[in-house]
Nanobody
């Protein structure tokens, strides 16, 4: 599966962004996961969504602000991010389970 993330950018604190991850190729996905990696830090798990049923979970640090969703018809996963804070600055990646495919990442910068 090939993955391509879009939707990153520069946003002020309190702002919003919606990331998209388009999957192509031989698609066999059980879960789509979102990770992020801030400068000088390890990559961390952010959210996951079950591809079939659509149930989603997010890490506690973004709960109430980030929402994961997907559109099976277009093979696209989304990560909607609200009330962004400087600590959310990172490169965001989507990742498939069980194949463990990765996208190239999209930069999110939260700064005034």
């Amino acid at each position: 599966v090939q993955l391509k993330e879009t939707g990153g950018g520069l946003v002020q604190p309190g702002g919003s962004l919606k990331l998209a991850c388009v999957a192509s190729g031989s698609i066999s996905i059980q879960f789509m996961r979102w990770y992020r990696q801030a400068p000088g830090k390890e990559r961390e798990f952010v959210a996951a969504i079950a591809w079939s049923g659509g149930s989603a979970t997010v890490v506690d640090s973004v709960k109430g602000r980030f929402t994961a969703s997907r559109d099976k018809a277009s093979a696209t996963a989304y990560l909607e991010m609200n009330n962004l804070q400087p600590d959310d600055t990172a490169v965001y990646y989507c990742n498939t389970y069980p194949a463990d495919d990765w996208g190239q990442g999209t930069q999110v910068t939260v700064s005034s």
